[in-house]
């Protein structure tokens, strides 16, 4: 519940403080930051980042498979012994005998 009157909170005062900042705050804003996504130095960082993470991929790749064919591998494996010890749990055994209709009336009374 905290959380939520805090995340209330913070959107009211940041709407009241972009309210009052307007337009041309917004724009400042807008031209900084955009200043600063086309520097340079930003860039080659972003070339860095695109390059580790299309090197990396195919190991990503690899691992959440193996990873996903192990996790197959145990869900059937699980499923197939559940439904054996649930067919041999639903056989009942021929000795065994049940109560009539009138001995379970008769005990309930």
Known sequence: MRGKVLLIVGLAAG???????????????????????????VQRQVRNAEDFAKDKAPEVVDFLTDGAKKVASQVSGSTRRATASKSASTRKPASRSTKSASSKSASSE
């Open 15 to 41: 709407y009241v403080l972009g309210a009052r900042a307007g337009r041309e705050r917004y724009d400042d804003i807008k031209r900084v930051a955009g200043n600063l996504w086309h520097d340079p130095k």
